[in-house]
């Protein structure tokens, strides 16, 4: 099984592939705001 970049949307789904961008950005704002708040 060879994990191609054109085989990824087959494993993870178009779902899978907006969902991790999501979460990164939802880590970012979240550190974003607890810096703020430690400030």
Do not use: D, H
């Not at 060879?2 to 970012?28: C, D, H, M, N, T």
């Amino acid at each position: 099984i060879s994990l191609k970049k054109e085989s990824v949307p087959f494993w993870l789904g178009p779902e899978g592939l907006r969902a991790i961008p999501a979460g990164i950005v939802q880590a970012v704002r979240i550190t974003m705001l607890v810096s703020e708040l430690e400030v």
